[in-house]
Nanobody, 121 residues
Framework: QVQLTESGGGLVQAGGSLRLSCAASGRTFSRYASWFRQAPGKEREFVAFLKWTGGTTYYADSVKGRFTISRDNAKNTLYLQMNSLKPEDTAQYYC???????????????WGQGTQVTVSS
């Protein structure tokens, strides 16, 4: 069973940047690796996915042009570079992996525990 561990969250001012990491242990990522986020009282929201082999990416409209998803295959690690952060980006960020590309959380098999990102205005 793969274990996913997020890190890199924190408090940042609007307009700033953060880089999140998601390290896999036990097993490697499945075919697709994704980032989701969830704010208090809100449903879990798709952010971006990456196809592990080939590295193709897809982004939610809300983050396109500001966030970049990437990977380091040798380190078995997924990243999310977040630039031009806005208060609306404040949420718990989760990485996930599964066999099929999807923006639906239910299609992912494994999840990390999350890392908090807070953007102040």
């Amino acid at each position: 069973q793969v274990q996913l561990t997020e890190s890199g969250g924190g408090l940042v001012q609007a307009g700033g940047s953060l880089r999140l990491s998601c390290a896999a242990s036990g097993r490697t990522f499945s075919r697709y690796a994704s980032w989701f986020r969830q704010a208090p009282g809100k449903e879990r929201e798709f952010v971006a996915f990456l196809k592990w082999t080939g590295g193709t990416t897809y982004y939610a409209d809300s983050v396109k042009g500001r966030f970049t998803i990437s990977r380091d295959n040798a380190k078995n690690t997924l990243y999310l570079q977040m630039n031009s952060l806005k208060p609306e980006d404040t949420a718990q960020y989760y990485c996930a992996t599964g066999s099929y590309s999807s923006s639906a959380p239910r299609n992912y098999d494994y999840w990390g525990q999350g890392t908090q990102v807070t953007v102040s205005s």
